[in-house]
């Protein structure tokens, strides 16, 4: 009894100890940086701040001071990728973390927790799989219209099933973006006119949650690069392991980072896209429900991606 009884102890103190990591390591952010080759032949390289799921409140200052500092790394554009608002009162928040990158080019799509707040459920039930679907009740609890608003009066485009188009200096991102399909608010836009000459030019996906649906279309579609947000790249990852789930049908080994889709997934950023792949970069985000503020083996992120020429790859 007295063996069971330290074993007892013994597990409840290594639950303890994670969990108090947990908590530390939610609020441990970190700048992830990728290259990827999708540009054309001779374009110069651009770089684009990729922001995802700050699921802000009011109360988290030093979270918008993080995000506003990377305002430093003088992106040449902005992409966010939705769940941005975590509470009623937090656009402000939201607005002040965004405002150093308000007068650079940008776009976005939103999320679900823009529009609805998050719930209580029991955390275990997020390991079975994806959240039960929903859709959006009629009378939305959070301020996602107006944060939607603000941001358009800025300049940045609105990309939930729409197209738009971003000039950086020579290099032109021809943007497609959907709702988020977690919610079945997805519905892929009319194809667009072939672009004019000029400037080189790259399509880039744009969505929340990266349903496989989402990614095929995009593929279809031409496009050279996918992001997205929406795993919190597992959120509580097994070290040697990874992400136990994606709380979407997308694989685990692509939980988080830059990988090739749809062929083989390998170490973040590693390897190359072959015939017919896209690169699809899926951010683990910068914050957590307001139910389940913890993080294990998945630091909170922000992504700067440098787009090179694909003759540059190697």
Same mark, same amino acid.
């Given at each position: 009894?007295?063996? %069971?009884?330290?074993?007892?102890?013994?597990?409840?103190?290594?639950?303890?100890?994670?969990?108090?990591?947990?908590?530390?390591?939610?609020?441990?952010?970190?700048?992830?940086?990728?290259?990827?080759?999708?540009?054309? $032949?001779?374009?110069?390289?651009?770089?684009?701040?990729?922001?995802?799921?700050?699921?802000?409140?009011?109360?988290?200052?030093?979270?918008?001071?993080?995000?506003?500092? %990377?305002?430093?790394?003088?992106?040449?554009?902005?992409?966010?990728?939705?769940?941005?608002?975590?509470?009623?009162?937090?656009?402000?928040?939201?607005?002040?973390?965004?405002?150093?990158?308000?007068?650079?080019?940008?776009?976005?799509?939103?999320?679900?927790?823009?529009?609805?707040?998050?719930?209580?459920?029991? $955390?275990?039930?997020?390991?079975?799989?994806?959240?039960?679907?929903?859709?959006?009740?009629?009378?939305?609890?959070?301020?996602?219209?107006?944060? #939607?608003?603000?941001?358009?009066?800025?300049?940045?485009?609105?990309?939930?099933?729409?197209?738009?188009?971003?000039?950086?200096?020579?290099?032109?991102?021809?943007?497609?973006?959907?709702?988020?399909?977690?919610?079945?608010?997805?519905?892929?836009?009319?194809?667009?006119?072939?672009? @004019?000459?000029?400037?080189? &030019? #790259?399509?880039?996906?744009?969505?929340?949650?990266?349903?496989? *649906?989402?990614? *095929?279309?995009?593929?279809?579609?031409?496009?050279?690069?996918? %992001?997205?947000?929406?795993?919190?790249?597992?959120?509580?990852?097994?070290?040697?392991?990874?992400?136990?789930?994606?709380?979407?049908?997308?694989?685990?080994?692509?939980?988080?980072?830059?990988?090739?889709?749809?062929?083989?997934?390998?170490?973040?950023?590693?390897?190359? @896209?072959?015939?017919?792949?896209?690169? %699809?970069?899926?951010?683990?985000?910068?914050?957590? &429900? $307001?139910?389940?503020?913890?993080?294990? @083996?998945?630091?909170?992120? @922000?992504?700067?991606?440098?787009?090179?020429?694909?003759?540059?790859?190697?």
């Amino acid at each position: 009894m007295r063996g %069971l009884a330290r074993a007892a102890l013994a597990v409840g103190a290594a639950g303890a100890g994670a969990l108090a990591w947990s908590l530390v390591e939610a609020e441990a952010y970190t700048l992830r940086r990728y290259t990827v080759p999708v540009l054309p $032949p001779g374009a110069r390289a651009r770089t684009i701040l990729h922001l995802s799921d700050l699921h802000l409140l009011p109360r988290q200052q030093r979270r918008v001071d993080w995000v506003a500092s %990377l305002a430093a790394e003088r992106p040449d554009a902005v992409i966010t990728t939705g769940d941005n608002l975590a509470s009623p009162r937090a656009l402000p928040t939201v607005l002040s973390a965004l405002l150093p990158f308000l007068h650079l080019p940008g776009a976005f799509v939103t999320g679900s927790n823009d529009f609805v707040a998050p719930e209580w459920k029991n $955390p275990l039930r997020y390991l079975s799989g994806p959240s039960q679907k929903h859709r959006a009740p009629s009378e939305p609890n959070l301020p996602g219209d107006e944060l #939607v608003g603000a941001l358009t009066a800025a300049g940045w485009q609105h990309l939930d099933n729409a197209r738009g188009r971003l000039d950086l200096g020579g290099v032109h991102l021809d943007l497609v973006g959907t709702g988020d399909a977690h919610i079945d608010a997805d519905h892929y836009p009319a194809p667009a006119d072939p672009p @004019a000459g000029g400037a080189p &030019s #790259v399509r880039i996906g744009v969505t929340h949650a990266p349903y496989a *649906r989402v990614l *095929r279309a995009m593929a279809d579609d031409g496009a050279r690069l996918v %992001l997205a947000g929406h795993t919190h790249g597992g959120q509580v990852c097994v070290p040697g392991l990874g992400a136990l789930v994606t709380n979407c049908d997308l694989d685990r080994r692509r939980a988080s980072g830059l990988h090739p889709w749809p062929g083989r997934p390998g170490r973040p950023g590693a390897g190359a @896209a072959g015939p017919g792949d896209l690169w %699809l970069h899926v951010s683990a985000g910068l914050g957590t &429900s $307001p139910f389940t503020p913890v993080r294990l @083996a998945c630091r909170p992120e @922000a992504t700067l991606l440098t787009l090179v020429p694909e003759t540059a790859a190697g």
